[in-house]
Antibody
């Protein structure tokens, strides 16, 4: 079974950084893009960036450029999302999802709830 | 402002038919890229509902169907059921963007 499993919920203070992991299993981890999506409470899906673990090609959404770092460890079949200089407005659910160019994003991780509060 | 435009909400009574539109442009849907649809039930991650414009993954009821024409796509649901109440997102690929995967803003379906 193809699966993406994310790390657990985090509570952070403003100004801190967060790192979320997304472990893939059941497929060739290097051969699919892994994207990261933010969903703020009651809002839609928002792209943060995406990585191709096979060659580490990484693209970032302009909305997050400068604050976000996406990486992957192929030996661990795990992708990572780092977000720095956290603000209260970064409180959201963060999802990872797998894709191949024009194919749909499938599957999705279960999501990681991040709360930023002083 | 999402690259793909969806109505914020639609509603229908049980048994009725509803459609959700997804409007793009010549860089994404109009360029021939496939449209995929996701269903997000409350408190869960999105899941693929329709892929490649009009294909259903196994397990998705045939009450759901997709279509695509020119620069837009539609999701149709017939025989509406209470469990269809969810958020629906379209997604495609846009060759003009640095991160070329694009979502619609999402549509909240309410079953009356």
């Amino acid at each position: 079974e193809v699966q993406l499993v994310q790390s657990g919920a985090q509570v952070k203070k403003p100004g801190e950084s967060l790192k979320i992991s997304c472990k893939g299993s059941g497929y060739s981890f290097s051969s699919y893009w892994i994207g990261w999506v933010r969903q703020m409470p009651g809002k839609g899906l928002e792209w943060m960036g995406i990585i191709y673990p096979g060659d580490s090609d990484t693209r970032y959404s302009p909305s997050f450029q400068g604050r976000v770092t996406i990486s992957a460890d192929t030996s661990m079949s795990t992708a990572y999302l780092q977000l720095s200089r956290l603000k209260a407005s970064d409180t959201a659910m963060y999802y990872c999802a797998r894709s191949k160019e024009d194919e749909p994003f499938d599957p999705w991780g279960q999501g990681t709830q991040v709360t930023v509060s002083s | 402002q999402s690259v793909l435009t969806q109505p914020p909400s639609v509603s229908g009574a049980p048994g009725q038919r509803v459609t959700i539109s997804c409007t793009g442009n010549s860089s994404n849907i109009g360029a021939g890229y496939d449209v995929h649809w996701y269903q997000q039930l409350p408190g869960t991650a999105p899941k693929v509902l329709i892929y490649g414009n009009n294909n259903r993954p196994s397990g998705v009821p045939d009450r759901f169907s997709g279509s695509k024409s020119d620069t837009s796509a539609s999701l149709a649901i017939i025989g509406l059921q209470a469990e269809d109440e969810a958020d629906y997102y379209c997604q495609s690929y846009d060759s003009s963007l640095s991160v070329p995967w694009v979502f619609g803003g999402g549509t909240k379906l309410t079953v009356l």
